[in-house]
């Protein structure tokens, strides 16, 4: 059976070529679903200055792949997908998504992408169908093509029994789940998700991870994720870490975490400020000591063949060693190293890098 063409898509199918030898031959796939060089985006400051939302930007994204882009708010996430989805301008620099330049090929780009906003864009008080159809009909799919792929997408995500709900008496993992189903009607080749479980509890987040998957297995679609949970940012292939709207790390998620190495170590102690004392004595010289609420806290490599001699030496000096741990580095270990602080720090402030892609574009295409 010939693949069923997307709404638009005037490409021949392969079973089209085969009839039909005097056709174009299709274009190759790009190698990469989304590939960026020095991509910036400016908003003007006070007194003249310039605010960057997003700075000298270089990313790559396989085919297929699901990529995460990790930072706290404020750090340029969704002015990013904003870039991507062709939603905003660019300053400077260059972006291709799908095969397609965001500045010169903007509607090409928005008919092979999909996007999850943060905030819902589900009207209440019309049924999950309704919603659907509303957004397949934007995307130009004939009528009967439009209810065969509402049907399609919600029986992907598990939502076939609430079709006939309204939208208000569905919960908020069942609404993010349509979201995805609305994002999936047209094919598109790449699925942007912005904060995609932001509020829900930890078995609607795990419910949405489940059946993201499934799509990305099953239709082969790019998933490309902003979020600052780090346990979300272990469920993709790649993670670029961004701050301040600068790109600072990228690599799989133990690829990262093996760069830094060492194990953290953990000592709660009866008097911890004398305790970091006699740490910093035998500790590897170029290891930073601090105290935090887990205790008297170091880097070490191999830290569990450390703990007995450190709690010896504490013993030593009568210092009582009520817990110990070691434990292998974590993303927001990574995310400290990079950065110098927190994934969960709160941002000072709210920039042009905290709006949404809907706001961002008032502001990026009025100068257009």
């Not at 979201?179 to 949405?208: K, N």
């Not at 799509?215 to 993709?236: K, P």
Request: contains cysteine; charged residues 25%.
């Amino acid at each position: 059976m010939s693949r069923q063409l997307r709404a638009g898509d005037d490409r021949p199918t392969r079973a089209a070529l085969i009839a039909d030898p005097n056709a174009a031959p299709h274009p190759p796939e790009p190698a990469y679903a989304i590939r960026t060089r020095g991509l910036v985006k400016s908003y003007p400051g006070p007194a003249g200055s310039a605010i960057h939302a997003v700075r000298d930007l270089d990313l790559e994204v396989r085919q297929g792949e699901t990529f995460a882009f990790l930072g706290p708010n404020g750090a340029g996430k969704s002015t990013t997908i904003a870039l991507l989805c062709a939603l905003a301008r660019p300053t400077a620099g260059h972006a291709r998504v799908a095969g397609a330049d965001v500045v010169t090929q903007p509607h090409e780009v928005r008919r092979q992408v999909g996007m999850l906003f943060q905030h819902s864009a589900l009207d209440p008080d019309l049924t999950a169908d309704q919603n659907l159809h509303i957004h397949a009909r934007l995307y130009g799919l004939r009528r009967r093509h439009a209810r065969e792929r509402a049907a399609e997408v919600l029986e992907m995500v598990g939502l076939t029994d609430r079709r006939r709900s309204p939208v208000r008496t569905l919960s908020g993992g069942m609404r993010r789940r349509l979201e995805i189903a609305r994002g999936m009607l047209h094919s598109p080749r790449v699925l942007f998700l912005d904060e995609p479980t932001t509020g829900l509890d930890p078995h609607a987040r795990a419910q949405v991870w489940e059946h993201l998957r499934a799509l990305r297995d099953r239709n082969g679609s790019t998933l490309f994720v902003t979020t600052h949970y780090l346990e979300e940012a272990e469920n993709c292939d790649r993670i670029a870490i961004i701050d301040r709207g600068r790109l600072v790390a990228q690599g799989t998620p133990a690829a990262l975490k093996a760069a830094i190495g060492d194990d953290r170590v953990a000592l709660r102690t009866s008097d911890n400020v004398t305790a970091q004392q006699v740490v910093r004595r035998i500790a590897p010289s170029d290891q930073a000591i601090t105290v935090d609420a887990d205790g008297v806290c170091l880097r070490a490599p191999d830290g569990s063949a450390w703990i007995p001699r450190l709690c010896a030496a504490l013993e030593g000096h009568g210092i009582a060693v009520h817990a110990a741990s070691a434990t292998p580095p974590t993303l927001d270990d990574v995310f400290f190293h990079h950065t110098g602080r927190s994934i969960h720090a709160t941002a000072p402030g709210r920039t042009p890098a905290d709006t949404n892609p809907s706001e961002t574009t008032a502001k990026g295409e009025g100068g257009r």
